[in-house]
C-alpha cells in the first residue's frame, strides 16, 4: 500500500518537474530560431535547430495555429493539443491502480479538455480583435485629423487586426467600394462588434458630412473604457476563481495523502463496489461544485454560457 502511494506521489512530481524543462527548451529553440531570422543566417538557424535537424524541422511544420491554441497535425484531419496529455495521466493512473477506469476517463476527460481549450481560444482571440478594432479607430481618426481624405485615411490606417475581414474593408476603401458594408460585415466576428458603430459614422459621415474623426475617437474611447472595465471585473474574480480551482483539486490532495499514509485509495476506489460508488458520487458532486461556481462566475461577469 504504501509503495502504491509513493509511486503515486513519484509519478506527479516526475510530470511536474519534467514539464518546466521542456517548456524552457521549446522557448529558447523559438528565441534562437527569431533571432536566426532577423539575422537572416541560414548557417545559425541550421545551429539552432541543431542534432536531428530533420526531425524538429518535421514536427515544426506540422504545428498549425487552431482556435484552441498551438496543434499537432498529424494527418488532413487529425490534431492534437493540450489535451492530448490527459491520456498519459490516465494510463499512468491505471497502472499504479491496476484497474481501466482511469483510462477510459482519461478519454472522456480529453474531450471535456478540448472543448474548454475550443472556448478559452475563441475568447481570446475575440480579446485581440476588440483591441485591434479600438486601434483601428484611433488610427483612422488621426489620419483624418492629419488631414487625409477618408478612404485615403482608412487605406493608411489599415486593418490587419480585423482577421479575413480586414482586406476586404481596405479593398472597399482602396477602390471605391461599400466600405459601411464591409465594416457591418466584419462586425460580424466575434469581438468586432464595435465596427457597426464605425460603419454608422461612415455612412452618416458620407451621406450627410458629419465629423467621421469625432465620431471614430468617441467609439474608440467608448470601447476602451468597455474594455478596462472588463479587464477590473476580471481581476476582481481572479480570487474567487482561484479559491474554486484550490477546492476542486482537494480530493486529488486527499488521494496524494492517503497514499503517503498507507491506505491505498486508489485500490478502495478502483476494485471495491463501495469505491466505485464512492467515485460516482463524488465525481457527481465535484462537476456539480465546478458548473455551479463557474455559472456564479459568469453571471457575475455578464457572460451566458
Known amino acids: 500500500m504504501l509503495r502504491d502511494g509513493v509511486g503515486l506521489i513519484a509519478v506527479v512530481v516526475f510530470v511536474g518537474c519534467a514539464v518546466v524543462p521542456v517548456r524552457r527548451l521549446r522557448r529558447g529553440r523559438a528565441l534562437r530560431r527569431r533571432a536566426a531570422v532577423v539575422l537572416k543566417d541560414t548557417g545559425a538557424e541550421r545551429s539552432a535547430w541543431g542534432p536531428g535537424a530533420g526531425l524538429w524541422q518535421w514536427c515544426a511544420a506540422r504545428v498549425v495555429a487552431g482556435e484552441a491554441g498551438r496543434r499537432w497535425r498529424l494527418g488532413r484531419r487529425?490534431?492534437?493539443?493540450?489535451?492530448?496529455?490527459?491520456?498519459?495521466?490516465?494510463?499512468?493512473?491505471?497502472?499504479?491502480?491496476?484497474?481501466?477506469?482511469?483510462?477510459?476517463?482519461?478519454?472522456?476527460?480529453?474531450?471535456?479538455?478540448?472543448?474548454?481549450?475550443?472556448?478559452?481560444?475563441?475568447?481570446?482571440?475575440?480579446?485581440?480583435?476588440?483591441?485591434?478594432?479600438?486601434?483601428?479607430?484611433?488610427?483612422?481618426?488621426?489620419?483624418?485629423?492629419?488631414?487625409?481624405?477618408?478612404?485615403?485615411?482608412l487605406v493608411t490606417a489599415g486593418a490587419s487586426g480585423l482577421g479575413d475581414a480586414g482586406p476586404t474593408v481596405v479593398a472597399a476603401a482602396q477602390y471605391g467600394g461599400d466600405v459601411p458594408g464591409a465594416l457591418r460585415e466584419a462586425a460580424r466576428q466575434?469581438?468586432?462588434?464595435?465596427?457597426?458603430?464605425?460603419?454608422?459614422c461612415w455612412q452618416g459621415a458620407v451621406e450627410g458630412g458629419a465629423g467621421l474623426a469625432l465620431g471614430l475617437e468617441r467609439i474608440a474611447a467608448g470601447l476602451a473604457a468597455r474594455r478596462d472595465q472588463g479587464?477590473?471585473?476580471?481581476?476582481?474574480?481572479?480570487?474567487?476563481?482561484?479559491?474554486?480551482?484550490?477546492?476542486?483539486?482537494?480530493?486529488?490532495?486527499?488521494?496524494?495523502?492517503?497514499g503517503a499514509l498507507g491506505a491505498d485509495p486508489l485500490g478502495v476506489l478502483l476494485h471495491t463496489p463501495a469505491g466505485w460508488g464512492c467515485l460516482a458520487v463524488g465525481g457527481l458532486l465535484e462537476w456539480g461544485g465546478v458548473a455551479w461556481t463557474v455559472r456564479i462566475v459568469a453571471d457575475a461577469a455578464g457572460v451566458r454560457r
Open 78 to 153: 487529425c490534431e492534437v493539443g493540450a489535451e492530448v496529455w490527459c491520456l498519459p495521466a490516465g494510463v499512468a493512473l491505471g497502472v499504479l491502480g491496476w484497474s481501466v477506469l482511469p483510462v477510459v476517463a482519461s478519454v472522456a476527460a480529453l474531450f471535456v479538455v478540448r472543448r474548454w481549450l475550443v472556448a478559452r481560444g475563441r475568447q481570446r482571440a475575440a480579446d485581440r480583435r476588440a483591441a485591434a478594432v479600438i486601434g483601428f479607430c484611433a488610427a483612422v481618426a488621426g489620419e483624418l485629423r492629419a488631414g487625409r481624405q477618408p478612404h485615403r485615411a
Open 190 to 200: 466575434p469581438g468586432a462588434e464595435g465596427l457597426t458603430g464605425a460603419a454608422a
Open 231 to 258: 479587464e477590473e471585473l476580471q481581476a476582481q474574480l481572479a480570487g474567487p476563481r482561484a479559491t474554486a480551482l484550490v477546492l476542486a483539486l482537494l480530493p486529488v490532495g486527499g488521494l496524494l495523502m492517503g
